[in-house]
């Protein structure tokens, strides 16, 4: 024993005396006194322990009959009062150990003839961490191996794991494996398991392996049931044994697995049922095992309570089809208890189930469906749940029509050729078929007997009812081929089954359409008959459906052949019409106010809604009353009885439509001689219907020439017959819904007009008022919200009066219309291009819009539905108090009787939203104070938004908030014992997640329901959509939204303090009783074990036993600190109350019921409303205005930067960005920008508006699209503006390809103004002394151009001028070759790369294209001359890179636009190259594609000297990599031309290394590594490209070197670090032989730092190597192969020795003589100080010449080895074999001979050599620093075997031996050991010499010194020794 302590004195002395000290009493009392005790002064249980434990391990040792006498000597000291218990407790003492079972068995014989009181041995001492924790896993070790009757009592009272009685109740199997045996096993102990898993989960886990290895192996059931009691937390390792086993123990079969089941059910049943569900989880087929367990253990019923619905419901279900379970009642139970949670889990169970998810489980039989869907639809669930409910039960109707009848709100069969049913129930639905059509059963009938089955509970005889349905629908395809007889009785079935309800819902709707589509079919037809006859069984029941009237009506011919139902309709429709307009709008379907069983047409109706109407040549007029209704037709024309009007016949109508085809200026009065013999009277109508339809609405070009055509004519009548057909169709257009939408249906009603004002005003005849009244139409299109229609159609009606001489200005009428306009211009918030509309209006009419007066005719009159109900206001209010509004927005307001549970909801939002009239703002006050009705209105719509949405809001935020408050807590606070300071943490951080979270959430949602509501309100009480106070109601919305969102925020609050108490309520008692039990500090162990971080957490952040610290607690209490934004309304009206003194009135002083943070909240900039964000804009814009003027023609480029322009342009974007909706106030600012941009005529004005516009749209992505949209596509005059068309293209606002394609669209319909316009734009654009644009991003305007030059005459000559002056300009380039410097010259090779993208880009363009182009360019001259080609290119690349740069960040795609292209010029031009010799056109491609490279990396060196830190390397890195990716594709197939071009590649890269240009760093790796370019490199024939790679790498590695020996890395240059750690081990997988052959050349330029990247490099062995394993006991090293096999170098490892040095190495290595270099050695190898710098790796040694000495030195030493062989093999073969057999390995025997031999060197092969005399000479000379380059440059060789291995091995163990400074040894185990340590891999020769080194005992390397200096050494090389050891 070691210990020299006090305690130990009296067992060192009795170890000494031996076995005979304890012989008797008086030997005893002798040894006690030799030790220093008498009486006085007694051994305590410290002393007695070690004296036990000295006994112990002396007991192997001992001779039997001298043994030692435990009980002799406990005898002599129970004379004193001892403690034996106490005794066996201090056995835990440093040193003690238990070597077998018998030392065990001493010590408890021993404590049972000591101790005198009869106690039982105290096995608890061994239980717990020792400190001495290997003394304690020995004791462990021999407990488990004691048989169990030798502690048969102690065990007995021990914590047992189970006792037999625990499974009395269970079955015989269970009984009998709970035998004697098993219940008095060792492993039955709780503490035994506990302290083994304990000791398991630390450091000394692998010696406690055996003991659980054996507990596993003979008592798994026992160590099973004994971790699952376990106190949490978990270890890892208790984990993963317990999960594992419990998947075992859940799917195994017999005795084994009963028992643990029953005991795991009766121990852990939290534990059991999250086996089930991870068992469920994992196979959803052992449902059917888990169903047997919980049966066998009758838990059926516990575990179908777990809260994972999904198993639940599935195990129901099984269950229920086993008779194990009434589905229904527990269906029933669980609703009740979850609610809408389990509502939608069976939901979506069912709809998982359905045949399309099939993969989740069988189809659900039919009786269960029909279970749920009954259970389901008789409970109270949630709207949004009924909606999914109805969905699941119309997917079941289609799988199972005989559920049809569960409910009678989903009754009645599904069509689909997916239904089926049994063949008894076909053959019985055809024979009743066949029944009635041969007469045997009529219609009634029939009807009663479908009544009858639909109505029975027989489900046979619901599926014969299902079925005859499906079969009558399926047929419904072939009824056309129905005889007349057969066809009349299926539409009398058909008919009687909707007038007798025997379909409803959707069959209803199906049946409906079907009689529909019927009837639309042509009069007489055999399915027009089907649909009029079945209409008429259930005409009665037309009534109910308004809509489907509608439809009805819409069909002429029904009222021709069919008066008496269309005039029965009409009669009906008043009151029809009159129930739909009960609802939102008056063709809603049926209101929810119908009874039950009338839900079912409103499904109908909408399917009939969806169908598309007929089609016609205009839309036809809505069966509901017209919304204009200020055109009236039918006073225009009555047809003359003397006239039979009827369509002419073909060859007629052909004759009359070619002439109108052909009809042109030249020959006039030739088509209308011909015309007026073709056209009669009678075909007047038809005609008249053509030229309005096919003409005159979609060719207004031809306006003119076809009223030239009709004048000619000279027939009145035909004139008042088009003119009739003009009003008719514009009446369709204009009234119909889709002209709203569609901007197609729009541009003909607009042509209408213009046709019609020319009809008329131009010819100064008037538009009647009676037929037309314009005021009154543009009044009713501003009340219904249809100005988007009325006002382009009334502006091109009167354009046409600048034709006339009456109804031009000033006259009256016009005046009128013109003040009405006007005032709409300027009050009614026009969009804009409705705005410009008005604007071209008065420029055609040269009349100045600002000079106008406008009306006061909608400011003035009163709202009309205020006036027809004026009791309105009263009736809502009257309302509110039987039940408040319905929630949706512009719904009717209903009283409702609530549900028991919907009242406690409601009561439970009530107390969540207090009463808020006394805090709601209104904006603008004066507008809310004139109409104090209104204000009442605000308050119920604030007040309803915020009850909608409060309680899901709630609800969300506060469970996340609780989830994450709670995790964060219990992990935080696992040491904290104060439950209060905990619970104030929780607090702070709960409330202040839940009310962030639902301010976030409710915002948006809030501000939208309110606008909503209110604008519902307004509605019903007098407003229209046309008056709505638009922008009040989103002011007052605004200005109200904090109010709103503070009410839910402190809602939120609020609920989040009960919840968090629930949640952490288990944690705030069990600190409360830990606390007030035992006082010590608090541990929640299964927090802290369970989280990965405690340990690893640096000081500040580490949980301490004490608590948190203040520090710590800082990060809760600062949640009450944090910045809140500021929603005070005093504050918040500050500036508005300046300028409106009545609302400081109204709203002064008030303030919020209540703060949502007690704590107090600092303030945040409130958001601007919308009155005031338009306020700020309109003052910036004057001031901008004023500026302006004081240099209107400077353009703002000119400006400095900080003038007072450019800093107030800045502001407008802010003021979006502050405001509370910055998309709409974005829109809103960009409109009125747009307008202003129209107007002006100055420079500065236009640059400064089109900058402002460009702000905007980068703010708002939905700004960028309408402002995009509307400059290019929008149809208005006004946009054909040259200056700002320019300016909006330069600020990237309009996009050319848009704009070319929108232009040469609007010149091929001939759309006046175009063609001039596109002329100027171009000119302006391409032409001018600063273009913007090349001519190809015209080509599609410039082509249609070319076409019309076609024609000739005048008014193609501009269109010739600028054609020819476009070619004159593409020959500049030419002709300014000769002044290469010329900047004009750069801009027109601008261009044309600019056209080579655009050509690029076209998705035509293809080889042929790209071949085109680089002749034109050719031609031009541009490839010619050397200079200019090189600025060409030059160019290109610039502006490659300046693309990216400029669309990096708004258009990613964009971005890579030119790059891409450039790669494709580079290609295209390299394919087309050839050798102007006509010798050499490989060659001649690769010289080519260099210089264009070299061209590339001086445009990239330029780039990175002057952007310096933003330089962006991302445009190069994407250039060179697509042009590897196109070589690879173009030239692969060549492989020599192809290498040539690898070759030019990286010599580029070769350039552009990092330590040049790092900037380029990261690039220029993912270039060396990419796919196209390193492995094609390393895969050329014969390795010719290896060198080439290795030159790059060498770069990597010296660019690495100063961060590598810096110290702590940025996270910069750790990933480039991991980006050479993935290049080099992609080469260790893919080629091998490339590392091997140039390793010296990277362990020259890697840091010796850097170990693990040089043992990758050195782990590298030729791939058709096979490794032998370095651990293989007695590996004979010498025998194998490979060994005395020469490596391939291919590295020049000479170049760094000096000639001089190498000349006196070679020398000493020939003769072996003296030489001066020896003694200078230290010297020679220094490096010079002039030449060290960062990259030398900071050593004051010459590194590279080191390793260039030891090689060479090495190389020749085995040279001469060999020759030295092969002599002595001549003269005596057998002794050298003899002797090169190793024991060990091959390089231990040498060593070991040297060893043995008295000169201790002559038998070694190495020693005595010259080489080895440097290495001794070097190892001796050197210093520290120095002698550690030196052996790193040994390890270097060690690599896989091969005869530098094998040498350099033996040299390396040689001076280990030899060495006779302790340092020395040292050095060379740090040298290998650092090595060794660091993460695979290892090379293979090192680890062989260091396992030689430690195993071999001739190198006694255990015994020095430096192995055991220090506890962390020793430990380090016990684990490698263990490691060496295991392996072998």
Known sequence: MNDSSESAA????????????????????????????????????????????????????????????????????????????????????????????????????????????????????????????????????????????????????????????????????VRAHASVELESSVWNCIPLVETVMALADNEVHEDVKPILDAGLKSNTELLFLGLVQLKAPWSSLHQDVVSKLLHVYLTGTGAVPQFVQTGLWQMNQGLFVSGLLDLYDHDRSSLVKILRICEDLSILGKVLEVKSYVFAIDLAVLASSRNLLALDKWLQNRIAAGQDIFVRACLDYLSERAV???????????????????????????????????????????????????????????????????????????????????????????????QQFKNSSNPREQDIYACMIHNLFDEYRFFSTYREKELSITSDLFGALIQHQLVSYIPLGIALRYVLDAIRSPPGSKMFNFGAQALSRFQSRLQEWPTYCSHLLQIPHLAQVHPEIVRYIHQMIPSATAAAQDGSNPSADLTSAAPPQQSAPQEAQRQIAQQPAPTSA???????????????????????DDIEYEVPNEQTQDKILFIVNNVSQTNIDTKLAEMKELLRESAYRWFSNYIVVKRASIEPNYHVLYLQFLDGLQSPLLYRHILHETYANIKILINSEKTVQSSSDRTLLKNLGSWLGGMT????????????????????????????????????VLEQCNKSKVFKPPNPWLVAIMRLLVELYQFADLKLHLKFEIEVLCNSLALDLKEIEPTSILKDRPPQELVAHPATLTQDFERLSMGGYAPSARMPVQATTPTAAATAQQDATMEMVPNLNAFVTFNPPAF????????????????????????????????????????????DFAMEPNEEKMRKAAHLMVQNLAGSLALVTCKEPLRVSMANIIRTLFLQNGFTDQNMPEQSILMTVNDNLDLACSVIEKAAMEKAIPEIEESLANAFNTRKKHRERTGQPYYDMATYQSSRYPASLPEPLRLKPTGLSPQQLRVYEDFARMPRQAIMPSTFEADRNVRTPLNVKADAGQGYPFNTNEHGYGSAPIPLSAHQALEKFVQIVSELDKLISLSPSMPLAALPPNHEVKMLARL?????????????????????????????????????????????????SKVAKEVT?????????????????????????????????????????????????????????????????????????????????????????????????????????????????????????????????????????????????????QQQGVLKGEEISSLFFRVCTEMSVESYIKYKVTNTAAAYQGVDAFVKLIVTLVKHYSDPQGVNHSGAKVTYLTTLLSIIVLVLAQAHEQRRGQFNQKPFLRLFSGLLTEMMTSYESSPAMYFQILTAFSNTFHTLQPLVFPGFTYGWLSLISHRAFMPKLLLAENGKGWASFQKLLVCLLRFLIPFLVGGEMRDTTRELYKGTLRVLLVLLHDFPEFLCDYHFSFCDVIPHSCIQLRNLILSAFPRNMRLPDPFTPNLKVDLLTEIHQPPRVLSDYTSSLTVTLKRDVDTYLRTREQAPFLENLREILAMDPSNQDLYSGGSKYNVPMINSLVLYVGVNGIAQLHATSRTNSDAAAPASAATENGTENGTAQEDSNAVSSPQGTSSSPIAQTAPMDIFQRLLMELDS?????????????????????????????????????????????RVLLERLIVNRPHPWGLLITFIELIKNPRYAFWDHAFTRIDPDIEKLFDSVSRSVKRSA
């Open 1825 to 1869: 620093e120095g002698r550690y380059l030196f052996l790193s440059a040994i390890a270097n060789q060690l690599r896989y075997p091969n005869s530098h291995t094998h040498y350099f091995s033996r040299v390396l163990l040689y001076l280990f031996f030899e060495a006779s400074q302790e340092t020395i040894k040292e050095q060379i185990t």
């Open 10 to 173: 009296l067992a060192k002395a009795m170890r000494e005396a031996g076995p005979s000290c304890c012989k008797n009493a008086s030997t005893v009392n002798e040894i006690l006194s030799q030790a220093g005790y008498d009486n006085s002064r007694t051994p305590g249980e410290q002393d007695i322990a070690r004296i036990l434990g000295m006994m112990v391990s002396r007991l192997s040792k001992a001779n039997p009959d001298n043994a030692w006498d435990f009980k002799t000597f406990a005898a002599v000291l129970n004379k004193n009062p001892i403690d034996w218990v106490k005794v066996i407790h201090a056995l835990d003492y440093p040193g003690f150990k238990v070597s077998d079972v018998s030392g065990l068995e001493f010590i408890i014989t021993a404590f049972r003839n000591a101790d005198k009181s009869g106690r039982v041995f105290p096995l608890e001492a061994f239980w717990g961490q020792w400190n001495n924790v290997e003394g304690q896993i020995s004791v462990l070790k021999e407990l488990i191996a004691t048989p169990a009757k030798l502690l048969e009592q102690e065990w007995a009272s021990s914590t047992r794991i189970f006792t037999r009685d625990q499974f009395a109740q269970s079955n015989p199997i």
């Open 761 to 796: 005003l131009a010819r100064n005849r008037p538009i009647k008022h009676k037929n037309l009244a314009f005021k009154e139409l543009l009044i009713e299109g501003y009340d219904s919200n249809r100005l988007i229609v009325a006002i382009p159609f009334v502006c091109k």
């Open 1269 to 1417: 949209e509307w400059l290019i596509y929008a149809d208005d005059e006004r946009k054909f503006n040259v200056p700002v068309t320019v300016t909006l293209i330069r600020a990237g606002l309009v996009s050319l390809v848009d704009q070319d394609i929108q232009l040469a669209r609007l010149i091929e319909i001939g759309r006046p103004g175009v063609v001039e316009y596109t002329i100027k734009l171009i000119r302006e654009c391409v032409l001018s002394e600063q273009p913007c644009a090349s001519r190809n991003e015209f080509i599609n305007s410039l082509n249609v151009l070319n076409r019309l030059t076609q024609r000739g005459g005048k008014a193609v000559e501009p269109i010739v001028l600028l054609i020819e002056d476009i070619r004159r300009r593409g020959q500049a380039p030419r002709e300014a070759a000769k002044d290469v410097d010329n900047s004009v010259l750069r801009e027109q090779l601008a261009f044309i790369f600019a056209e080579w993208i655009r050509v690029y880009q076209l998705p035509t363009s293809n080889d042929k294209d790209y071949g085109a182009f680089i002749n034109s360019i």
């Open 356 to 450: 399309g998810n099939a993969h989740q489980g069988k189809p659900l039989a039919v009786e269960t469906v029909a279970i749920f869907l009954q259970v389901l639809l008789g409970s109270s669930i949630s709207p949004e749940n009924s909606g999914v409910l109805k969905s699941v039960h119309n997917t079941y109707l289609q799988l199972h029509p005989q559920l049809a009848n569960i409910t009678p709100a989903v009754e009645g069969g599904a069509t689909g050729a997916e239904t089926s049913f049994s063949a008894e129930v076909e053959e019985t639905t055809n024979d009743y078929y066949k029944r009635i059509y041969r007469g045997d059963i009529s219609i009634p009938e029939i009807v009663d007997l479908l």
């Open 928 to 971: 809310f104070n004139e109409r104090p009705a209104l204000k009442r209105l605000v308050h119920i719509a604030i007040e309803r938004a915020v009850r909608e949405i409060v309680t899901p809001v709630v609800d969300r935020s506060v469970t996340i908030a609780g989830i994450s408050t709670r995790e964060m807590i219990i992990k």
């Open 1212 to 1260: 407008v974007p802010l003021i979006p960005a502050q405001s509370f909706n910055p998309d709409e106030m974005a829109l809103t600012f960009s409109q009125k920008i747009v307008q202003l941009l129209y107007k002006t005529e100055q420079v500065l004005s236009r640059d400064v508006y089109a900058v402002l516009l460009e702000q905007l749209c980068a703010l708002s």
């Open 618 to 640: 205009a839309s036809p007029q809505p069966a509901a009353p017209p919304v204009f209704t200020s055109l009236n037709v039918d006073t225009l024309i009555v047809g003359r």
